[in-house]
T-cell receptor, first 116, second 113 residues
Framework: GNSVTQMEGPVTLSEEAFLTINCTYT??????LFWYVQYPGEGLQLLLKATKADDKGSNKGFEATYRKETTSFHLEKGSVQVSDSAVYFCALSDPGRGSTLGRLYFGRGTQLTVWP | DGGITQSPKYLFRKEGQNVTLSCEQNLNHDAMYWYRQDPGQGLRLIYY???????QKGDIAEGYSVSREKKESFPLTVTSAQKNPTAFYLCASSMTSSGNTIYFGEGSWLTVV
């Protein structure tokens, strides 16, 4: 089946530190991979995505590379800011068969707190 | 502005009462979804719909019902049969149900008192 496992939090960093949040997946087909971010009390916003192996998604200084050989999609940022404090969700969408096309499978989320 | 509008933002319900959460989108998306979020558990799919007048159960559909009479609207009813309804509910939509990016509304907080 489809599932996503991501690094448990909370993660606490100082401003300008390097960030890595690990994400691995299992999928029955060839999934698209996503990182979403959720700020307190809000819905989820798409941060970046990759649709095939070796693709790199990037946005706002965040990057993640779709690694099929390790079934991973780790999120990285070279220098975090206080405003990056949020919950980050890794997700996959498996365009497989039947009526489950397009649905997302989420990891449990990783809380990031950045201190000045 | 285009987007997904959920209402109400906060809702309190007495035990035994049904409540309906509204979700409207003006993105002309075909597919719509309802997710439930609980602390530490990520998001779980309740129902989804790929086209008007059709919808499918997700992973935790028991105690919930939906309708899709219009393309832009996908209301969720939390019935009294839902044993633990207090949660954050997120509506989402996508252009098609073929793995395209899914966009989320701002969410609705439901508290049972």
């Amino acid at each position: 089946g489809n599932s996503v496992t991501q690094m448990e939090g909370p993660v606490t960093l100082s401003e300008e530190a390097f960030l890595t949040i690990n994400c691995t997946y299992t999928a029955t087909g060839y999934p698209s991979l996503f990182w979403y971010v959720q700020y307190p009390g809000e819905g989820l916003q798409l941060l970046l995505k990759a649709t095939k192996a070796d693709d790199k998604g990037s946005n706002k200084g965040f990057e993640a590379t779709y690694r099929k050989e390790t079934t991973s999609f780790h999120l990285e940022k070279g220098s975090v800011q206080v405003s990056d404090s949020a919950v980050y969700f890794c997700a996959l969408s498996d365009p497989g068969r039947g009526s489950t096309l397009g649905r997302l499978y989420f990891g449990r989320g990783t809380q990031l707190t950045v201190w000045p | 502005d285009g987007g997904i509008t959920q209402s109400p933002k906060y809702l309190f319900r007495k035990e035994g009462q049904n409540v309906t959460l509204s979700c409207e989108q003006n993105l002309n998306h075909d597919a719509m979804y309802w997710y439930r979020q609980d602390p530490g558990q990520g998001l779980r799919l309740i129902y989804y719909s790929q086209i008007v007048n059709d919808f499918q159960k997700g992973d935790i559909a028991e105690g919930y019902s939906v309708s899709r009479e219009k393309k832009e609207s996908f209301p969720l009813t939390v019935t009294s049969a839902q044993k633990n309804p207090t949660a954050f509910y997120l509506c989402a939509s996508s252009m098609t149900s073929s793995g395209n990016t899914i966009y989320f509304g701002e969410g609705s907080w439901l508290t049972v008192v």
